[in-house]
């Protein structure tokens, strides 16, 4: 019996060696490679819960599929407002301009204000440089000979346009309007009462020219709506 027990320790013994060797045999090392790569691939394909949301995403493959996504999605909002700029550019293409600033205050700075000249006493004034009415906020104008060999003009406004000149001539009675036309200042004209039907009255300073690209942009009054 005692002779029998020994053989059984041995193999005992050579079983643990035989496990020790193969710890770090070349079989071994395959193996354990192998796990990594079925341990790493089961990572890449197994859910994630991103910001508490539990959601299936594969870290790799959906962020390149996210970050295309997005970069198609920006495209099309780009070139979808760069063609709807174009189009809207070129159905309101614009012949000639029309701004009315008000007066501004001299300490109001170069950020909010302007220097010119008033037409009527040559002196140096200073205006608000955002127009309170353009040119898309006349409907139509009506124009005439003035005396010095220029031309006056009756603008008509639209309803926003005339909403902005009754507030203005109610908030500012007894400042200036200034009126530029293509660029130029043609007149100033004082706040002395309110003005509710959306007219404002240029009596002279428009050139032949001017009149000309108006009608290009604006109807004369009394004529039905282009």
């Known amino acids: 019996m005692k002779n029998a027990a020994q053989p059984t320790s041995f193999s005992r013994r050579r079983g643990r060696g035989r496990k020790v060797l193969a710890d770090h045999g070349p079989s071994h090392k395959a193996y354990q490679n192998d796990q990594n790569k079925a341990a790493l ?53 614009r012949h000639c301009t029309f701004r009315v600033h008000a007066q501004a205050n001299a300490q109001d700075g170069d950020v909010f204000s302007m220097p010119a000249r008033a037409t009527s006493s040559g002196k140096d004034v200073a205006i608000q440089k955002l127009p309170w009415i ?33 507030t203005l001539s109610v908030e500012r009675r007894g400042g200036f309007l200034f009126v530029f036309i293509n660029g130029r200042m043609i007149t100033e004209l004082q706040i002395d009462k309110r003005v509710s039907d959306g007219k404002i009255y240029v009596s002279s300073g428009l050139t032949a020219a001017d009149v000309e690209l108006m009608k290009k942009q604006w109807r004369l009054l009394g004529e039905r709506k282009r």
């Open 134 to 166: 353009t040119e898309h906020d006349v409907m139509a104008f009506s124009p005439y000979p003035a005396q010095n060999g220029t031309f006056g003009a009756l603008f008509q406004l639209d309803d926003h346009g005339r909403v902005v000149l009754d």
């Open 41 to 93: 691939h089961e990572a890449l394909n197994s859910p994630k819960t991103f910001l508490g949301c539990k959601i299936a995403v594969k870290p790799f493959m959906n962020s390149r599929m996210f970050s295309q996504s997005i970069g198609m999605r920006t495209l099309c909002v780009f070139v979808f407002c760069l063609a709807f700029a174009l189009i809207d550019t070129a159905a309101k293409q």
